[in-house]
């Protein structure tokens, strides 16, 4: 079946600082979405992406289906950006998760 | 809009015990779906459904789980009996249409002893 794999598994970073997280899947997909998994343990959705590029304030997602990865970027991280990063996807039949990103910002 | 509803949030129950975990979908949504959380597995999906159909159920693990959306409103999901393997985060999500992103629930944090 299809896999999803995230990078870097962990990160941390000062306040201020920028990050790009990866998301690589290994077959074609759709229905691509980046969630941020809060320290309550809340799903958040971030962008439904399955193509092309969009931002949302210091967040922007780029998705680039025929290379078979999309990446998320934050800009200007702020310690409430802590959490764990996922992507969504789902391949010919099945929904997966990847394997997330957990996020430390210092203060 | 209240967003996606499970019930209860947390659950404490014995080994042998039966489970059942609730959600409501956002309402006018035609797709919902049970995951699973746990620090071995990570978030696996369990079931989903399109208008009340149980369409993937693959990820179910065993005869122990089941799951039923009575109707547009309602998803149940019930272990019986429950094992201390069984402790994890269920979470539920509900989607608009085919293609559309996901929603999700708070999620039970189940804890079988």
């Known amino acids: 079946g299809i896999q999803v794999e995230q990078s870097p598994p962990d990160l941390i970073l000062q306040e201020g600082a920028n990050s790009t997280l990866r998301c690589n899947f290994s077959?074609?997909?759709?229905?691509l979405q980046w969630f941020h998994q809060n320290p309550w343990g809340q799903l958040i959705n971030l962008f439904y992406?399955?193509?092309g590029t969009k931002q949302n304030g210091r967040l922007s997602a780029t998705t680039v289906a025929t290379e078979r990865y999309s990446l998320l970027y934050i800009s200007s991280s702020q310690t409430t950006d802590s959490g764990v990063y996922f992507c969504l996807t789902r391949g010919t039949y099945k929904y997966i998760f990847g394997t997330g990103t957990r996020l430390k910002v210092l203060a | 809009d209240a967003g996606v509803i499970q019930s209860p949030r947390h659950e404490v129950t014995e080994m042998g015990q039966e489970v059942t975990l609730r959600c409501k979908p956002i309402s006018g949504h035609d797709y919902l779906f049970w995951y699973r959380q746990t620090m071995m597995r990570g978030l696996e999906l369990l079931i989903y459904?399109?208008?009340?159909?149980?369409?993937?159920d693959s990820g179910m693990p065993e005869d122990r789980f089941s799951a039923k959306m009575p109707n547009a409103s309602f998803s149940t999901l019930k272990i019986q009996p429950s094992e201390p393997r069984d402790s994890a985060v269920y979470f539920c999500?509900?989607?608009?249409?085919?293609?559309?992103?996901?929603?999700f629930g708070p999620g039970t944090r189940l804890t079988v002893t």
């Open positions: 992406i399955p193509s």
């Open positions: 077959d074609s997909v759709n229905n």
């Open positions: 459904f399109n208008n009340n159909v149980p369409i993937d």
């Open positions: 999500a509900s989607r608009l249409r085919a293609g559309g992103e996901q929603y």
